[in-house]
């Protein structure tokens, strides 16, 4: 039913490439937006114990009467749980809210590096790995130096490193980076929370191909192989979010696109930020 691509994941697991991500939707809002999203057509939600709204994205997902199969559903261990034993029960608690038997992807949300103790953090997830509770593993906002630490420490290569990327922090050395060692890449505020939308060049690239801003600057991550789960809260625009596989950008203007970086941050810097 859907024209959403799966990327292979380095363990053989698929995740479809375009999802919805629920950060900053109220818990009140959160079932409502979720189902919305669900009757699109997404079949990937994103959400955080941080978001504070696992419960809600569950309850939307069993209301929704799909099958457990048909939706990837990922969440990430929040701060303050890093360690090892903390880690595993707060695993378990979002198995529980979210009423799930296992997870498709959860991830260490932050390496928090003054804290220094993400490779314990990441035993954690190797055993909820291993006994097959999540389907996969991985990380989030973890830099090369983070990444080759846990390469060189752990036995699991993580599945995804889940990073801020957009047209004004297009991130290619760290991209590369993971590409190089099998890791996917997911772009997180791919829309830069909205501020790229009225960028002259996203405006004309988007005229060009009579599409919105934000349907081009979602084109652009796919052509770049990114995993993408953009936030809205408005039905309209999770239907004009979904509806990118119907046209292409050109080399040249995915270099147009691409070359608006600034290493411009809408979050937090993951060296600083504990
Ligand atoms: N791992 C991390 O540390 C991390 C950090 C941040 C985000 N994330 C993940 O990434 C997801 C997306 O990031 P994000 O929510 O920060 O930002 P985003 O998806 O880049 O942008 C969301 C903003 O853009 C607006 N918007 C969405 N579609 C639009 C459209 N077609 N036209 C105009 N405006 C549009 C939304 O408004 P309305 O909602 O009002 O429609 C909202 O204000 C999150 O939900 C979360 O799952 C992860």
């Known amino acids: 039913?859907?024209?959403?691509?799966?990327?292979?994941?380095?363990?053989?697991?698929?995740?479809?490439?375009?999802?919805?991500?629920?950060?900053?939707?109220?818990?009140?809002?959160?079932?409502?937006?979720v189902a919305a999203a669900l009757q699109v057509g997404y079949r990937h939600i994103d959400t955080a114990q941080m978001y504070g709204n696992e419960k809600e994205v569950g309850q939307a997902l069993r209301?929704?009467?799909?099958?457990?199969?048909?939706?990837?559903?990922?969440?990430?261990?929040?701060?303050?749980?890093?360690?090892?034993?903390?880690?595993?029960?707060?695993?378990?608690q979002s198995l529980i809210d979210l009423g799930l038997e296992r997870i498709d992807l959860f991830l260490i949300h932050w390496p928090l590096p003054k804290v220094g103790d993400f490779v314990e953090t990441w035993r954690a997830l190797q055993t909820v790995y291993a006994d097959g509770r999540a389907r996969a593993i991985g990380v989030s906002n973890f830099q090369a130096h983070h990444l080759r630490r846990l390469h060189a420490e752990t036995e699991v290569v993580p599945a995804?490193?889940?990073?801020?990327?957009?047209?004004?922090?297009?991130?290619?050395?760290?991209?590369?980076?993971?590409?190089?060692?099998?890791?996917?890449?997911?772009a997180w505020s791919p829309l830069a929370k909205g501020s790229v939308l009225d960028d002259p060049t996203v405006v004309q690239v988007a005229k060009a191909h009579d599409r919105s801003p934000a349907q081009v600057v979602l084109r652009w991550h796919l052509q770049r192989g990114n995993i993408v789960f953009p936030k809205s809260v408005t039905p309209a625009r999770m239907a004009e979010n979904f509806k990118i596989f119907d046209f292409e950008l050109s080399p040249a203007e995915i270099g147009m696109i691409s070359a608006l970086n600034r290493d411009e941050r809408t979050g937090p810097d993951p060296d600083a930020f504990n």
């Not at 479809?16 to 939707?25: E, M, R, T, W, Y």
């Not at 490193?161 to 997911?186: G, K, R």
């Open 160 to 186: 995804v490193n889940q990073i801020e990327v957009h047209p004004y922090l297009t991130q290619e050395p760290l991209i590369a980076f993971n590409t190089e060692h099998q890791i996917a890449t997911e």
């Open 1 to 33: 039913m859907s024209d959403v691509p799966d990327v292979l994941l380095n363990n053989g697991v698929a995740i479809p490439q375009l999802g919805f991500g629920v950060f900053q939707i109220k818990p009140a809002d959160t079932a409502a937006a």
């Open 63 to 92: 209301e929704s009467g799909l099958a457990r199969s048909e939706v990837f559903i990922t969440s990430k261990l929040n701060n303050g749980f890093h360690a090892y034993d903390d880690a595993l029960s707060a695993f378990d």
